[in-house]
């Protein structure tokens, strides 16, 4: 059982709630921290590129070494959480994203903030990864669906603040330090979130025995690596050969990476990602529900900041405050589901999508005003967050349902890695199909990439009611160890 208060610690209840809520907190402070810096260094970018004179794609790597890493690392993370223990790859993560902040904050030229930051996204993806985990495993009942509402809530508010954050601290210009303390307010933070953890969980027996997989680590990250790379780095609307040539290899990665897996687990031995969990469908149905709805929500937060500002001559402030209503309403969703029934809960994550669909067709609709146009699209994705709010907790409640305990670390690196590359592919593919028709007109680019989201939110609505229907028929599964053979698990 990872990171639960213990009772020997806190003899009356009163106590025990403390830390209860203490622990809660400090999880979710990590998870606020890690997803926050994926953007706020976005408008940090242009003070950098003056202060450290970054030329050609150093400006680009700043922001691809932090997200390439953290994907990658979201995996191995995961699994060293179910071997070492939440607990401690939790502290582990939070100290090291907390230095290698400091690093980044304090960095002398363009080599050491890139370096430092890769380093800084593999620390958040061991410190990410665990939140889920610990809540799954030391939560039951009424009090883990408040955390998962929680979770919910603080993973949707931190992409959009960030952004915001980041910029409100260089505006400032705290010290005169320009974009520096944009990294160096991480640390107060970070040691907070650690001595919190220290006070509140108590360590924890380390988890399965069996060996890390070293092998599928390197698989998996050479196929993120292939993926993500020219998804990030490509700066026209047609791919260069050899971006095409990393998407090719990413494809032949995943087929090594399956079955390598697949090997490893008949022979009942450790594995980073279990096949066995992934041909359920009642999960992968849910996976690719989640990524497409994220693919659409990073899609819409891309679109949005070019088309407001380039394509309607609106503000940097315009643009970044649209989104805020989406996130508000998400924001007020995740917690409110947890409260109702689980018939409500079963049914919204298939609802969302329908939902989204909804927001982003009257997005479209909006961009056929003039005078009216950014009051309408407010409205418009505060609809879409009530959606995305409700197929998020919907698929976090049906996942964790569903896959079981035993099941915590697989689950938590499955959903990140499929949030991160679900993000990315969006921003790839709705954001090529805007710059493409935008060459025509602008209005005719928004129309039409709004009602492409809407379609992938409707796809997405379409795959969870596939879990959900499999999922009513099928009982959910025990507590078994992730290594337990396909054999072993028909045997129990």
Not at 30 to 36: D, I, K, P, R, V
Not at 414 to 423: E, K, W
């Amino acid at each position: 059982m990872a990171a639960a208060p213990s009772p020997r610690h806190a003899p009356g209840g009163a106590r025990r709630s403390v830390r209860r809520r203490g622990a809660l907190a400090a999880l979710l402070g990590g998870l606020f921290l890690g997803n926050l810096d994926i953007a706020v260094v976005n408008t940090a970018i242009p003070s950098i590129t003056r202060s450290l004179d970054l030329s050609g794609p150093e400006p680009q790597f700043v922001v691809t070494a932090y997200t390439l890493a953290y994907a990658v690392f979201l995996m191995p993370g995961a699994r060293l959480g179910r071997r070492f223990g939440a607990r401690s790859c939790y502290t582990l993560g939070v100290l090291g994203f907390t230095g290698f902040s400091l690093a980044c904050g304090s960095a002398p030229t363009a080599a050491i903030l890139i370096g430092a930051r890769a380093l800084q996204g593999a620390f958040a993806a061991l410190m990410v990864t665990q939140v889920l985990i610990a809540i799954q495993e030391a939560y039951d009942g009424e009090v883990r669906r408040r955390a998962l509402g929680a979770y919910t809530a603080v993973l949707g508010a931190s992409s959009v603040l960030g952004q915001a954050a980041g910029g409100l601290i260089i505006s400032a210009d705290i010290g005169g330090a320009g974009w520096r303390p944009v990294f160096w307010i991480n640390v107060p933070v970070g040691v907070a979130i650690a001595v919190a953890v220290r006070r509140c969980m108590d360590p924890e027996p380390p988890g399965e025995a069996a060996s890390i997989d070293p092998v599928g680590i390197a698989l998996l990250a050479l196929t993120m690596v292939a993926l993500l790379l020219p998804l990030s780095l490509a700066e026209s609307t047609s791919l260069p050969l050899w971006a095409l040539a990393l998407l090719v290899l990413s494809v032949a990665g995943v087929v090594a990476l399956w079955v390598h897996e697949r090997a490893r687990e008949g022979r009942a031995e450790a594995v980073l990602i279990s096949p066995s969990l992934l041909r359920r469908r009642e999960v992968s149905m849910a996976l690719c529900s989640q990524g497409l709805a994220r693919s659409a929500y990073f899609g819409m937060l891309f679109v949005v900041a070019i088309h407001v500002q380039e394509g309607r001559g609106g503000s940097a402030v315009q643009a970044g405050l649209i989104p805020v209503a989406w996130v508000a309403t998400f924001t007020l969703v995740g917690p409110l589901l947890n409260r109702l029934g689980g018939v409500v809960r079963q049914r919204a994550a298939p609802a969302g999508g329908l939902i989204m669909a909804v927001g982003f067709v009257g997005a479209a609709a909006a961009d056929g005003t003039s005078t009216s146009f950014i009051p309408l699209v407010v409205v418009a994705f505060a609809i879409g967050g009530v959606g995305y709010g409700s197929a998020f907790g919907g698929t976090m409640a049906h996942l964790t349902e569903h896959a079981g305990a035993g099941r915590a670390a697989d689950v938590s690196g499955l959903f990140n890695t499929v949030l991160q590359v679900g993000g990315s592919v969006g921003v790839a593919l709705f954001g090529t199909l805007y710059l493409v028709t935008a060459a025509d007109s602008v209005d005719r680019a928004f129309t039409l990439t709004s009602l492409a989201l809407a379609a992938a939110s409707a796809c997405a609505s379409a795959a969870m009611v596939s879990a959900t229907r499999i999922g009513r028929t099928r009982p959910p599964t025990p507590s078994l160890p992730p290594t337990t053979t396909s054999e072993e698990r028909t045997t129990a």
